[in-house]
């Protein structure tokens, strides 16, 4: 499938990117993210869509943007970790656990944004999701120091935020 020009919608801009000039057929939206628009965010580390460094959201879906290549991508709508505001319930939970008994949802911070996405795509479908739920969800994601616990706990957090907002049930 050959495409000439590429448009997508990142973090809410419109973009046209031109084959040849601002990507090449092969490459992969993680480079395009990253190279052409800046998005450091975006965690490039295993390459081969095994450890979820490099999730985004497309469409609404989390993606392996590392497997994805840009031009399987034209139309769509783009979101990053940069595209978050700042007020963002499941960036707050991620930030705000730590300490004892919860653990930490952050140290080195490297996989987080995967993490943080892949969370938003749990949540957007099943805004109080069980234990085991949110297992499943995050088994394609790696955290190089170790916080699972922190990271589980977090997700519980962001949930119980949503759920309060939205006068639905709390997590339990």
């Known amino acids: 499938m050959k495409k000439d020009k590429v448009r997508l919608t990142v973090n809410g801009r419109s973009y046209e ?7 090449e057929p092969g490459d992969t939206l993680s480079k395009l ?10 965690r490039v580390s295993c390459e081969q869509g095994a450890c979820g460094a490099c999730t985004i959201l497309m469409d609404g879906k989390s993606v392996l943007s590392c497997m994805t290549l840009v031009i399987e991508a034209d139309g769509s709508e783009i979101l990053t970790i940069e595209g978050l505001n700042g007020k963002d319930p499941v960036v707050d939970a991620f930030v705000n656990t730590y300490g004892p008994g919860e653990g ?6 490297f996989c987080t944004p995967g993490f943080v996405l892949e969370t938003h795509a749990l949540l957007n479908e099943n ?11 995050l088994s394609g994601h790696i955290c190089r120091c170790g916080c699972y616990h922190g990271i589980h706990t977090a997700v519980k ?16």
Do not use: W
């Open 157 to 172: 957090k962001a949930a119980d935020h949503i759920c309060s907002c939205e006068g639905g049930e709390q997590n339990e």
């Open 33 to 42: 993210l990253r190279e052409r628009l800046g998005l450091t965010g975006v």
């Open 17 to 23: 990117f031109l084959s040849g000039r601002d990507f």
């Open 127 to 137: 805004p109080n999701p069980s234990d085991e739920e949110i297992t499943e969800a």
């Open 104 to 109: 930490t949802a952050m140290q080195c911070g």
